[in-house]
């Protein structure tokens, strides 16, 4: 009878570490912590070690099966790196392209404003010679209306005189 119940609870405890290993399974694809690891294998260790010698071959396929789902996890715990470094040199990559977009549109917007300002500058010389021109033909102007004004006094004089 006392054979029976210790076989009872070795089953039941093969039973509770079958389900845990299957947890393991599924939370491996969600990446343990190696914390965790430690934790689940020390909590096999010391479940094996309570059992009685005869659990020796189930102990060691427990043993066999937890070097294997740590492997498991190491390799996904490597994806999941490998993963995250190729995202951060994405990121990088488009920061980089980005970064040249931007010189080239500041480039691209300081030779515009050099194009303008030369034009501005040729509108402005250009506007200063045509007022200059402008200026000039108005005094010669003036100077002309003046002679003839004199002269027009003159004359309006002299045809005064020879009226009287």
């Given at each position: 009878?006392?054979?029976?119940?210790?076989?009872?609870?070795?089953e039941?405890?093969?039973?509770?570490?079958?389900?845990?290993?299957?947890?393991?399974?599924?939370?491996?694809?969600?990446?343990?912590?190696?914390?965790?690891?430690?934790?689940?294998?020390?909590?096999?260790?010391?479940?094996?070690?309570?059992?009685?010698?005869?659990?020796?071959?189930?102990?060691?396929?427990i043993?066999?099966?937890?070097?294997?789902?740590?492997?498991?996890?190491?390799?996904?715990?490597?994806?999941?790196?490998?993963?995250?470094?190729?995202?951060?040199?994405?990121?990088?990559?488009?920061?980089?392209?980005?970064?040249?977009?931007?010189?080239?549109?500041?480039?691209?917007l300081?030779?515009?404003?050099?194009?303008?300002?030369?034009?501005?500058?040729?509108?402005?010389?250009?506007?200063?010679?045509?007022?200059?021109?402008?200026?000039?033909?108005?005094?010669?102007?003036?100077?002309?209306?003046?002679?003839?004004?004199?002269?027009?006094?003159?004359?309006?004089?002299?045809?005064l005189?020879?009226?009287?």
């Amino acid at each position: 009878m006392v054979e029976m119940r210790s076989k009872q609870e070795q089953e039941t405890q093969e039973r509770r570490l079958l389900e845990q290993t299957q947890q393991m399974k599924s939370a491996s694809s969600f990446s343990l912590s190696k914390n965790q690891m430690s934790n689940f294998s020390r909590v096999l260790n010391q479940r094996a070690l309570i059992r009685s010698p005869r659990v020796t071959v189930a102990s060691s396929d427990i043993c066999r099966r937890m070097s294997e789902l740590q492997a498991a996890a190491a390799e996904q715990a490597r994806r999941r790196d490998e993963l995250l470094h190729q995202m951060e040199l994405l990121q990088r990559e488009k920061h980089h392209v980005s970064e040249a977009d931007r010189l080239k549109l500041q480039g691209r917007l300081t030779e515009l404003q050099e194009d303008i300002n030369s034009k501005l500058s040729q509108k402005e010389a250009k506007l200063r010679d045509d007022t200059q021109k402008r200026i000039t033909e108005l005094e010669k102007v003036r100077c002309l209306a003046l002679s003839l004004r004199g002269s027009c006094c003159f004359w309006f004089v002299q045809v005064l005189e020879n009226t009287t």
